[in-house]
């Protein structure tokens, strides 16, 4: 059984690692990344990549599991940032 | 003292909500939200809402500031995002 309070905390999880899905579409989709901010980007896929360390350290599956996905996600909306700033000239 | 596991927690939590103040610098001077995506700021503010209250359920101090601070910065991303697409007519 699982009690209210680790409830909210999977909802949480659930929420802030399934919010990049519709962001990593739409990137995917319009390859416009002109309003997303490259150090954003650079310092949370980063932060993400710590957080999966410590899900790993601590050996916690729920951190562990939407970390990869969130890290995935990220990851990729960083690509599509780096390409379109360094690489891509319109 | 703090011990390596708990040090990569606290690295991950500042890059992570860190990350968030140069994309609200970034959408507040620039006003431009044309691509960031409304579903991700919707889902994504509702769940650091959620790990806020998971935060005060389970009385972590670290959970509590970072993401009361990220709630404040995606709400004010959010707003940007909601005003451009729902009220502003270019």
Redesign the interface.
């Known amino acids: 059984m699982i009690n209210?309070?680790e409830l909210?905390?999977y909802?949480?999880?659930?929420?802030?690692?399934?919010?990049?899905?519709?962001?990593a579409?739409?990137?995917i989709k319009?390859k416009?990344?002109?309003?997303?901010?490259?150090?954003?980007?650079?310092?949370?896929t980063?932060?993400?990549l710590?957080?999966l360390?410590?899900g790993i350290?601590?050996f916690n599956w729920v951190i562990i599991i939407a970390n990869a996905v969130t890290l995935l996600l990220a990851a990729c909306i960083l690509s599509f940032k780096i390409y379109n700033t360094f690489i891509s000239k319109p």
């Open positions: 209210n309070q909210i905390g909802v949480a999880a659930a929420l802030t690692t399934g919010s990049f899905l519709p962001q579409v739409m990137t319009t416009d990344t002109s309003s997303l901010s490259l150090g954003m980007y650079t310092l949370f980063l932060g993400v710590c957080w360390i410590y350290l601590i």
